[in-house]
């Protein structure tokens, strides 16, 4: 079955960095586009960041070129490179896969931008 599981969050003071990591498994990962998304307590998910089996990304305006989304397709790994955190990022943060109809989702990891 499809598994995704992140980890690499943590505290982390403002202006900090921090490399997430997702490894999937139960699909054909360098076949898919995978997803970093984020949810801040009292809102909504929001995409962070994508990346194409070809290797295409695309970003949140909130995040710009501060978080560059990457992936390894020998390790069947996404990662997500966190640069100049701000408050603001302070959120769960979940890779995603999407197969045919079904949205699949980790179990998230904590990130928690603080001084």
């Known amino acids: 079955q499809v598994q995704l599981v992140e980890s690499g969050g943590g505290l982390v003071q403002p202006g900090g960095s921090l490399r997430l990591s997702c490894i999937a498994s139960g699909f054909t990962f360098g076949s898919r586009r995978m997803g970093w998304y984020r949810q801040a307590p009292g809102k909504q998910r929001e995409l962070v960041a994508i990346?194409?089996?070809?290797?295409?990304?695309n970003y949140a305006d909130s995040v710009g070129g501060r978080f560059p989304i990457s992936r390894d397709n020998a390790k069947n790994t996404v990662y997500l490179h966190m640069n100049s955190l701000k408050p603001e990022d302070t959120a769960v943060y979940s890779c995603?896969?999407?197969?045919?109809?079904?949205?699949?989702w980790g179990q998230g990891t904590q990130v928690t931008v603080s001084s």
């Open positions: 995603n896969v999407n197969i045919t109809w079904r949205k699949y």
């Open positions: 990346i194409t089996s070809d290797g295409s990304t």
